[in-house]
């Protein structure tokens, strides 16, 4: 099959997905044992793909076979790979400066980032920022801000949450076992309480988020910890890891009542969600509702390593030295962080809400006509496609794969849509056409085995 990009797009003229030989090729297995003797085995690879370049939309491995990215390095390329724009800004600043700790030192292409970032940040009132190297420390970041304004050391987060993989961050991660399992004491005065898991599309359930707030407020700061205690209620506006799953507009509103009325931070983990990938720079906007501290960091930078915390300027009060990064803020990662807001800015967010809505008709209408499709939800290129166990998921996925369309599973069984923002309706109709054709062989097990080498 071959796919033509619109000619203003930077994937013009690419030919999509096209498989020369089996998977994984020769040198993919070739270098897949090296890895697998000196790589650390806590990594989870979802299929035997060897990238070995990218450009906007497409993938190629080291065998030469193309795939259509409807992954984006968990929405991270939000650009799509190696954007002229952000290479462009990536090469002329590491031929100017590489690094200079802005811990210590003032640097242009930092402030340019962050003037950008307190722009955009849904606060009525000014924002400042603090620029990570990833999402986890951003919301490391993000806890310790909370405590220290409100001098109080309590937690709340959700079930089905993640937040990252270092101690603070993953004491508020609860969307699988194995991520929390052997790591213990976590933070103390962390409390979980349940999201409002909404299933719209096919079965209809889940309710407005009324009787999950009723929990936390009976249960949780009724019984487990008091309102006083507590620094800040952490949320996923739509959850990432955890399947997809955007909260309702009214739970979100009565979480701001109850921070409200208590003295409670609540801070938004935007980190996969943000990014103008919902078709607004970020989720919670769609709600109408304004948190105290945002997280975000994967689309920021189009690949590069960096994040961000943002809060209220009253907020961000915190003396000099009280927190710090050597290499956050990096002059490269900066740069490449500024040419990204741009584009999104400049017609990647809104070409989000609209290819997102093609997407989701799509993938509707080939559920349809498929079995095992529990729901279809999310918001913008954030699309959740949930089957009826982990194993019917997996078999997509790897199905999908065979066929040159990379997706990733999330949740207990719920596959992600995260394409690069600037994807074309060309690009979503292929990828709509492979994913059925993926879902048809997953319920031929046996095909479906022979095809993906299982």
């Known amino acids: 099959m071959t796919l033509e990009a619109s000619?203003?797009?930077?994937?013009?003229?690419?030919?999509?997905?096209?498989?020369?030989?089996?998977?994984?090729?020769?040198?993919?297995?070739?270098?897949?044992?090296?890895?697998?003797?000196?790589?650390?085995?806590?990594?989870?690879?979802?299929?035997?793909?060897?990238?070995?370049?990218?450009s906007g939309y497409v993938v190629t491995d080291v065998d030469g076979n193309r795939f259509l990215d409807f992954a984006a390095g968990i929405a991270v390329c939000s650009t799509g790979h190696a954007h002229p724009q952000v290479v462009a800004a990536i090469k002329?600043?590491?031929?100017?400066?590489?690094?200079?700790?802005?811990?210590?030192?003032?640097?242009?292409?930092?402030?340019?980032?962050?003037?950008?970032?307190?722009?955009?940040?849904?606060?009525?009132?000014?924002?400042?920022?603090?620029?990570?190297?990833?999402?986890?420390?951003?919301?490391?970041?993000?806890?310790?801000?909370?405590?220290?304004?409100?001098?109080?050391?309590?937690l709340i987060a959700f079930e089905g949450a993640f937040h990252g993989r270092?101690?603070?961050?993953?004491?508020?991660?609860?969307s699988k076992i194995k991520q929390r399992a052997g790591f213990g004491?976590?933070?103390?005065?962390?409390?979980?309480?349940?999201?409002?898991?909404?299933?719209?599309?096919?079965?209809?359930?889940?309710?407005?988020?009324?009787?999950?707030?009723?929990?936390?407020?009976?249960?949780i700061l009724g019984r487990l910890i008091a309102p006083r205690d507590v620094a800040a209620i952490v949320i996923e506006p739509i959850q990432g890891e955890g399947g997809y799953f955007p909260a309702p507009a009214a739970f979100?509103?009565?979480?701001?009542?109850i921070c409200d009325e208590h003295g409670i931070m609540l801070i938004a983990d935007e980190i996969q969600s943000g990014m103008g990938r919902t078709g607004r720079w970020w989720a919670i906007e769609h709600a109408g509702v304004e948190p105290d501290i945002l997280t975000t960091a994967k689309g920021i930078a189009s690949g590069m390593p960096l994040g961000a915390f943002i809060a209220r300027a009253s907020v961000m009060s915190w003396p000099a030295g009280a927190h710090g990064s050597t290499f956050a803020g990096n002059p490269v990662?900066?740069?490449?962080?500024?040419?990204?807001?741009?584009?999104?800015?400049?017609?990647?967010?809104?070409n989000a809400a609209r290819m997102g809505a093609r997407l989701r008709?799509?993938?509707?209408?080939?559920?349809?006509?498929?079995?095992?499709?529990?729901?279809?939800?999310?918001?913008?290129?954030?699309?959740?496609?949930?089957?009826?166990?982990?194993?019917?998921?997996?078999?997509?996925?790897?199905?999908?794969?065979?066929?040159?369309?990379?997706v990733l599973e999330c949740g207990e069984a719920t596959i992600r849509l995260c394409p690069p923002l600037m994807i074309d309706e060309a690009a979503v109709d292929t990828a709509v056409t492979l994913f059925g054709e993926a879902m048809a062989a997953a319920a031929r097990p046996t095909e479906g085995m022979d095809e993906t080498g299982g």
């Open 7 to 54: 000619p203003s797009s930077p994937a013009a003229r690419m030919t999509a997905p096209q498989i020369i030989t089996e998977l994984p090729g020769p040198r993919a297995r070739a270098m897949i044992a090296r890895d697998n003797a000196v790589v650390s085995p806590s990594l989870t690879r979802a299929y035997p793909l060897v990238a070995e370049s990218g």
């Open 92 to 154: 002329e600043q590491a031929d100017r400066l590489i690094h200079i700790a802005a811990t210590d030192f003032y640097e242009p292409r930092y402030l340019e980032l962050t003037e950008h970032l307190a722009r955009i940040a849904p606060f009525d009132e000014p924002a400042r920022v603090f620029l990570t190297n990833s999402g986890t420390e951003a919301v490391e970041g993000a806890i310790k801000l909370a405590r220290y304004h409100t001098h109080r050391p309590g």
């Open 166 to 174: 270092t101690m603070g961050a993953l004491s508020l991660t609860n």
């Open 185 to 219: 004491p976590l933070l103390p005065m962390v409390h979980h309480s349940p999201f409002p898991r909404v299933r719209a599309w096919r079965e209809g359930s889940g309710g407005d988020g009324s009787a999950e707030l009723e929990v936390l407020r009976k249960n």
């Open 252 to 257: 979100l509103h009565g979480l701001r009542e």
């Open 333 to 350: 990662c900066a740069a490449a962080g500024a040419a990204t807001l741009k584009l999104i800015e400049g017609g990647l967010m809104e």
């Open 361 to 406: 008709t799509g993938i509707e209408r080939a559920a349809g006509e498929h079995g095992g499709v529990r729901d279809v939800r999310g918001a913008g290129l954030m699309i959740g496609v949930e089957f009826a166990s982990h194993e019917a998921a997996n078999a997509v996925e790897q199905a999908a794969f065979a066929r040159g369309l990379l």
